[in-house]
């Protein structure tokens, strides 16, 4: 075992969603794959969802007293406030861990720790997940040594000279499921197709109440199953309103097995976060996207242009779902070979390897420093 004095500490700091988090833990793993003499140390809101999250991927976590900014008048304040408030928090937890670089993910908590950093002279690395990078990432850019993005169009927001676009790291073990064993897991039947409803990790109202109004109108095929994550806050009403004698259809709040879950499926409908477009191209999976309507600057939908432009999605705004979405699945559902060619269109697009390529430059400037 390499003695204490030996292992270096890299501070990750992100979140606020999962989408910020992920790529973080996604990184962190494989980075202490590649060398076992990193220790990685996260940075996350005080009472927030990271510390359950990142403890159960075994990593240690210090929390900040941070929010996110609402334009308001008194919005602003209040931020500004914590902002201040988070920054002396974060520099302290730099003293104490001295990290020999810095990675931040978005989101507003990534903020103070990454000016933290910059003033004590840490090296800096950002991972931008979305077309359209977020106020953090557009401000911290500056500090950054590399600037790791998903979209080309990201660049054009932040440090030009410094991005690389690599993808988004997801987990490396997202294309393992075996799909036997996978329908298994959730009880589903292997001579049926299935359908996965994503959500995001909150769920989607919008999207469950379409989904609800399609198999209450008898609309779905024989040859056909539903596995439904529909998040915490709609777990309840759903699944009391489904049928118990409707066994084709299989609900749960949130799925943590995703790998098993992909497999399992054969198109999936879902939000438009980047990370769920990074997962569900490098699983290689037809997809109907209703990306998030208020998202900043509509990011959700310049997400899931690349996938429509390259034939492995269709888009449906939430808007014209209700009139759209039964058409669009039905004709999915009937047409096996445009699902394999959106299919192969969405592996050309993955980048399952992305989180290692991340860990494995950012490990290679350290060692350059």
């Known amino acids: 075992m390499k003695s204490e004095k030996n292992r270096k500490r890299v501070l990750f700091a992100g979140g606020g969603t999962a989408g910020h988090l992920m790529p973080a833990i996604n990184i962190a793993r494989e980075m202490v794959i590649l060398n076992n003499e990193i220790v990685p140390h996260f940075v996350g809101k005080k009472n927030g969802m990271e510390s359950r999250i990142v403890k159960n991927n075994g990593f240690e976590i210090d929390e900040i007293d941070v929010i996110g900014m609402r334009r308001t008048i008194s919005g602003i304040i209040k931020f500004a406030v914590k902002w201040f408030s988070g920054y002396r928090q974060a520099k302290n937890i730099i003293n104490d861990t001295s990290p020999v670089a810095v990675v931040g993910t978005g989101g507003y908590i990534s903020a103070p720790v990454v000016k933290a950093a910059y003033r004590k002279g840490i090296p800096i690395f950002l991972q931008e997940q979305n077309s359209l990078p977020g106020l953090a990432s557009r401000t911290l850019s500056r500090y950054a040594l590399v600037i790791f993005t998903a979209y080309e169009s990201a660049a054009?927001?932040?440090?030009?000279?410094?991005?690389?676009?690599?993808?988004?790291?997801?987990?490396?073990?997202?294309?393992?499921?075996?799909?036997?064993?996978?329908?298994?897991?959730?009880?589903?039947?292997?001579?049926?197709?299935?359908?996965?409803?994503?959500?995001?990790?909150?769920?989607?109202?919008?999207?469950?109440?379409?989904?609800?109004?399609?198999?209450?109108?008898?609309?779905?095929?024989?040859?056909?199953?539903?596995?439904?994550?529909?998040?915490?806050?709609?777990?309840?009403?759903?699944?009391?309103?489904?049928?118990?004698?409707?066994?084709?259809?299989?609900?749960?709040?949130?799925?943590?097995?995703?790998?098993?879950?992909?497999?399992?499926?054969?198109?999936?409908?879902?939000?438009?976060?980047?990370?769920?477009?990074?997962?569900?191209?490098?699983?290689?999976?037809?997809?109907?996207?209703?990306?998030?309507?208020?998202?900043?600057?509509?990011?959700?939908?310049?997400?899931?242009?690349?996938?429509?432009?390259?034939?492995?999605?269709?888009?449906?705004?939430?808007?014209?779902?209700?009139?759209?979405?039964?058409?669009?699945?039905?004709?999915?559902?009937?047409?096996?070979?445009?699902?394999?060619?959106?299919?192969?269109?969405?592996?050309?697009?993955?980048?399952p390897g992305a989180a290692k390529a991340i860990a494995k430059t950012i490990l290679e400037k350290i060692d350059e420093i």
């Open 156 to 351: 054009k927001y932040l440090n030009r000279a410094k991005c690389v676009m690599i993808g988004n790291p997801v987990r490396t073990d997202i294309t393992s499921g075996d799909r036997i064993r996978s329908l298994q897991i959730f009880d589903l039947d292997s001579q049926m197709n299935t359908l996965l409803v994503l959500g995001g990790s909150s769920g989607a109202r919008a999207i469950n109440l379409a989904v609800l109004n399609f198999i209450k109108g008898d609309r779905l095929p024989d040859d056909w199953q539903i596995l439904w994550q529909t998040g915490e806050n709609d777990y309840q009403f759903i699944r009391s309103s489904v049928s118990p004698d409707e066994n084709r259809i299989k609900i749960l709040a949130f799925i943590d097995d995703m790998p098993a879950a992909y497999s399992a499926s054969d198109l999936v409908i879902s939000r438009a976060g980047a990370m769920a477009l990074s997962e569900i191209t490098a699983v290689g999976l037809p997809s109907v996207l209703i990306p998030f309507p208020y998202a900043t600057g509509d990011h959700q939908t310049l997400n899931a242009k690349a996938l429509e432009e390259s034939g492995a999605a269709v888009i449906i705004p939430e808007k014209e779902m209700n009139k759209k979405l039964e058409d669009i699945v039905r004709d999915l559902f009937n047409n096996a070979s445009k699902r394999r060619s959106m299919s192969e269109n969405a592996r050309h697009l993955g980048k």
